[in-house]
């Protein structure tokens, strides 16, 4: 059931500034998704370690480490996806209208101060 999804990112997508959204790397000429999916709660271990694997393997090879499609591993990931700027623009937004965190799932950016990070 896992899949890798390898999507052209060229065109309308990086005719839009960067600055303009919160998708970032808009210069990018394509995007991996790394989906691990399976039914048999007995695999876990060895289908996170696929992805994992996978998600190493392409590294040496991408210009942009993380996008926004990410597994929960913390605001740091999260900070990674957007970078501070528009991190602190999308804190101010979820303060704003969603100060109790009632849509949390995926990446979570969590309302408040916005996180420092090293």
Known sequence: ?????????????????DDETPYSHRD????INIISMWQ???????????ARDLWNAVQ???TVGVRELLDDRGADRVMAAYGKK????????KNKYDPTNFFSLNQ????????MTK
């Open 40 to 50: 048999d709660t007995t695999k876990n271990e060895e289908n996170i370690k696929w």
């Open 60 to 62: 040496p090879f991408a």
């Open 1 to 17: 059931m896992s899949k890798i999804m390898i999507g052209n990112l060229l065109g309308a997508v990086n005719r839009v500034s």
């Open 28 to 31: 990018a000429p394509f995007i």
């Open 108 to 115: 979570n950016i969590k309302p408040g101060k916005m996180i």
């Open 86 to 93: 528009k991190y602190e623009r999308l804190v101010a937004l």
